[in-house]
């Protein structure tokens, strides 16, 4: 993935956590180093997946086939509510795990409005790179077990991105998380504009998911969702969208100029009955895209692959099948991710300087061949979370021929089914 796309038969060499060398393969390790063996696998660039939510890893499966409104209103916030440091805890490692397995190496994470630290707790064990925020929501409108004053939501905010922007050597960072336009006030959200400014940090929302979301911004404020939240200070580079289905020509125009992300989460526009993001008509309009899973009740698998076989797929019946190719979505799985967690300089392809944040995959089975098939065809089209063998973030080995090293598996997930057990008898599901 770099400038010129190329793809080489070659060896990387990691200092420091940084990509030091690219060079023609040898065979052999250069130097007094330890070498991962990826001969006949394909090392591409870790997937960064700009629109997770790890604290609802553990409500998979318990808030299916609703629509948007109801998902929230009925499911996923009386369980948020219910959450726990130890639920939240749990509910991070088990996404963080299923995440690195599967090849993605970075995050945008949008937690709920408590326990916040425990989740960060979690993604210091585990080794994923995250950016993450606990989520605002500051409006009189929210349900009462969420709803929290604006100086309180702020406060906490801003003490969190103290303890957490920059640690474990940068690889977590702290992003201002309002929940969506309408769950917050206008005075938040330009305060939240003020703080990512002032800290360097990334603004991470949900906008123009559902039309019954556009109405109720029209009618509280007057305005158009993308153009009030341009007016709140929520736009431009620092920016990440999610969704951005509901968008109209001056919309998109108006996040291409503020160079504003978009974030594509096609599964869960599938699966909520959104709709289709207009992805191809926001790159022609020069917009900046990513990709994400969204929360696991809502897709329900946290894969980066999927997500890029089905970001290509979706557009083809509405403009042919020329629509997204494989190439472009896999620019938008790794440097479009980047670009939204303001790390495009640091992630997003193999390239010396940049952090070695890397993933071996196996196309060796017969859903990979033939193996001169053009490979972002292979990697968009073919490939699968499970063909993921190794997994390297900031340089350090995470994943190895497949299993998990940095946390145990078989202890995510009893706990993880304790917690998720617990969660569904406090709101009595
Ligand atoms: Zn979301």
């Not at 219910?82 to 963080?96: E, F, N, R």
């Not at 305005?223 to 200070?233: C, F, R």
């Not at 979370?385 to 190794?390: E, G, L, N, P, S």
């Amino acid at each position: 993935m770099d400038a010129a796309r190329r793809v080489l038969d070659a060896d990387v060499e990691v200092r420091g956590g940084k990509i030091t060398a690219v060079r023609r393969r040898t065979g052999h390790g250069h130097g007094a180093g330890r070498a991962l063996d990826c001969s006949g696998l394909i090392l591409v660039p870790g997937l960064v997946q700009a629109h997770i939510h790890l604290c609802q890893t553990l409500f998979r499966g318990l808030a299916d086939d609703l629509t948007l409104e109801d998902w929230l209103a009925k499911r996923i916030w009386p369980l948020e509510a219910a959450h726990t440091p130890d639920t939240v805890y749990w509910s991070a490692m088990l996404g963080a795990a299923e995440l690195l397995l599967g090849g993605t190496t970075a995050i945008l994470d949008m937690e709920t409005v408590r326990h916040t630290d425990a989740a960060f707790q979690a993604l210091e064990e585990i080794g994923l790179r995250a950016t993450a925020g606990k989520c605002l929501m500051d409006a009189a409108t929210n349900s009462a077990g969420l709803f929290e004053p604006t100086g309180r939501a702020l406060q906490e905010a801003a003490d969190l991105c103290a303890r957490w922007h920059g640690a474990a050597q940068g690889r977590l960072r702290y992003c201002f998380a309002p929940r969506f336009a309408p769950s917050c006030t206008g005075p938040l959200l330009r305060a939240v504009s003020d703080a990512a400014e002032k800290a360097g940090a990334v603004m991470h929302t949900h906008a123009a998911e559902t039309p019954v979301e556009l109405e109720l911004v029209k009618r509280a404020t007057g305005q158009d969702e993308i153009a009030y939240l341009d007016s709140m200070g929520i736009a431009g580079p620092r920016a990440a969208l999610a969704h951005c289905v509901w968008v109209d020509r001056e919309s998109i125009g108006q996040m291409a100029r503020a160079g504003t992300n978009v974030v594509h989460c096609p599964s869960s526009n599938l699966k909520l009955g959104s709709g289709i993001a207009p992805i191809p008509e926001m790159l022609a309009a020069g917009c900046h895209v990513a990709l994400g899973a969204d929360g696991a009740p809502c897709n329900n698998r946290l894969d980066g692959f999927e997500e890029m076989r089905l970001a290509a797929l979706i557009q083809k019946p509405r403009l042919g099948p020329d629509a997204l190719p494989a190439a472009k979505v896999l620019e938008l799985a790794t440097l479009g991710g980047a670009r939204a967690l303001g790390l495009e300089h640091e992630i997003g392809s193999i390239e010396v300087g940049k952090r070695a944040d890397l993933v071996a995959v196996d196309l060796s089975g017969p859903h990979g061949q033939p193996a001169d098939a053009d490979l972002a065809s292979r990697l968009v089209y073919a490939a699968r979370a499970a063909d993921v063998r190794h997994v390297v973030v900031d340089g350090r080995i995470v994943v190895r021929s497949g299993r998990l090293l940095t946390a145990d598996l078989e202890e995510i997930r009893v706990k993880a089914n304790a917690a998720a057990r617990r969660l569904r008898r406090a709101v009595g599901l």
